[in-house]
């Protein structure tokens, strides 16, 4: 459904939906996108998502969506809501079913020479080692007591259980656990399905990319993240597995009798909410908390395996090899924290859905190693394109409450990738681009095909040219591994 409503151009990278061109609308949404992206844009109607979600009781400021917006539940994927932290609502919608799916980089010392004619051997390797696909199991044993401790601490257990290095936590977004989760608040059935799923990557959009740092465009920022013109590096996306989405569906279903209960009025019965101040919103906000933690211990605990697989094929130590995180970020989450709201600071809570955080230098949140220079904000791109690294800037902090984009973006549903492309297509296209490829599915393949996804070139292009980011790094694959 093409969406057709009042989309006016405030400059070249900017795009406004204005308040009171729908019922309920509480303030203007913003896209933020080139010219040439709109007619795109318009042609899976989530401008219209990034209008109901101005309708979301306590919402302050604008309601956003990043140049990576496409259709989602409730929210745009690429949508960026904050409201009130104590009068404003909480929508699952603005959070998705995969919470905290995100992105993790680990920088090497090793260039393409020093791998010698193991590319292939490497991601082999890495294929066996990360679990991947769909159902997918991870090769640690847990039962309830350990589940309890994963839900409180995260990427904390894993370290502690000797699944990592201290100083990954540091360069991890919150430490890599939230300290507001309260197991009591996940369900039996949603611990049962994260058990047996821990240190494994799933299927979907997920995957573990062997990249080579191609492009340095910041020298002094790149040699801050430890990344050097020609440098391998390994990029993880997943997020919480199954225990996120039960956690999700259980909530959104507590929401929706809320809402009838109280007679909410709401565009969309799937932007659901509660208020963060209520039973349902407080319950739903600490076991979105405990589903992140999870998350954060998945990719903490990949993180091994990977250091593990080098030191396989490699016959060196990942200590020897330079194998640090260069940092962990989020892009389904919403989290409390503290922002200008017109002219004065206020606690709020900002929900990003397919949208990452992109703090500028001197926040606290970033942690002493970047905090002089500014958050790594980590984009990947599509298979054959690679991943951006990008640093936030001041920009951010002033219109998008410190948030960016969160990868290209889909131009194409999966249905119809699955429908009008082949994958021996795909398989000779990577091939011909020099990229080893091992994936568990043939339908998993073709819902990520290079050619379902946007220009990652103008998606970028604009959140740098709209001042939320600056270019650092560009990463490109010779390995990738799809579930």
């Given at each position: ?52 979600v101005a309708c979301l009781p306590g919402i302050v400021g604008s309601s956003m969506a990043m140049p990576d917006i496409h259709w989602g539940y409730g929210f745009p994927i690429g949508g960026v809501a904050a409201v ?188 659901a909410c509660a208020p963060l101040d209520s039973g349902p919103g407080d319950d739903y906000y600490k076991a979105m908390c405990c589903g992140a933690n999870y998350a954060w211990a998945n990719r903490q605990m990949i ?26 970020v989020a892009h389904n989450i919403a989290k409390k924290e503290r922002h200008d709201v017109g002219g004065h600071s206020e606690n709020v809570l900002v929900h990003r859905k397919g949208s990452t955080r992109a703090f ?124």
């Amino acid at each position: 459904m093409t969406w057709n409503g009042r989309l006016e151009k405030i400059d070249d990278n900017r795009w406004e939906i204005p308040m009171g061109e729908f019922p309920g609308m509480m303030t203007n949404a913003v896209i933020y996108a080139s010219e040439s992206m709109i007619e795109q844009i318009r042609s899976d109607n989530a401008p219209q998502q990034a209008a109901n979600v101005a309708c979301l009781p306590g919402i302050v400021g604008s309601s956003m969506a990043m140049p990576d917006i496409h259709w989602g539940y409730g929210f745009p994927i690429g949508g960026v809501a904050a409201v009130d932290a104590d009068s404003g609502s909480i929508s699952p919608g603005g959070i998705g079913f995969d919470i905290n799916c995100g992105v993790r980089l680990i920088k090497t010392d090793l260039t393409v020479d020093d791998l010698g004619g193991n590319v292939g051997a490497l991601v082999d390797e890495l294929y066996k080692n990360v679990p991947s696909g769909l159902g997918s199991k991870g090769l640690t044993k847990i039962g309830n007591s350990e589940m309890d401790d994963i839900l409180s601490n995260g990427s904390r257990w894993a370290v502690e259980n000797g699944y990592g290095w201290e100083r990954d936590l540091e360069v991890t977004e919150e430490m890599g656990h939230m300290s507001d989760a309260d197991p009591s608040t996940v369900s039996d059935k949603a611990r049962k399905r994260g058990i047996p799923q821990l240190g494994s990557l799933g299927s979907g959009n997920h995957f573990l990319e062997l990249d080579i740092v191609d492009d340095v465009f910041d020298r002094d920022i790149a040699k801050k993240f430890g990344l050097k013109e020609g440098a391998v590096t390994v990029t993880v996306h997943c997020g919480s597995r199954g225990c996120g989405h039960q956690i999700a569906t259980e909530y959104l279903q507590e929401m929706e009798r809320y809402v009838r209960n109280n007679n909410i009025q709401l565009p969309d019965r799937q932007l659901a909410c509660a208020p963060l101040d209520s039973g349902p919103g407080d319950d739903y906000y600490k076991a979105m908390c405990c589903g992140a933690n999870y998350a954060w211990a998945n990719r903490q605990m990949i993180t091994h395996w990977i250091r593990e697989s080098f030191e396989n094929i490699l016959g060196d130590s990942a200590e020897d090899m330079g194998m640090d995180v260069v940092y962990d970020v989020a892009h389904n989450i919403a989290k409390k924290e503290r922002h200008d709201v017109g002219g004065h600071s206020e606690n709020v809570l900002v929900h990003r859905k397919g949208s990452t955080r992109a703090f500028a230098a001197g926040r606290r949140e970033i942690g002493h190693v970047y905090r002089d220079v500014g958050q790594p904000v980590i984009i990947p791109g599509d298979m054959k394109v690679g991943t951006y690294v990008l640093v936030g800037k001041k920009g951010a902090m002033e219109e998008t409450f410190g948030s960016a984009c969160h990868g290209a973006g889909r131009r194409m549903s999966r249905t119809a990738a699955v429908n009008s492309l082949k994958a021996s297509d795909i398989r000779a296209d990577m091939a011909r681009n020099n990229i080893y490829l091992r994936n568990g599915s043939e339908e998993g393949l073709l819902e990520e095909a290079p050619g379902a996804y946007k220009d990652v070139d103008e998606v970028i292009r604009v959140v740098c040219d709209a001042g939320l980011t600056d270019k650092v790094a560009k990463l490109t694959p010779i390995g990738v591994v799809k579930g």
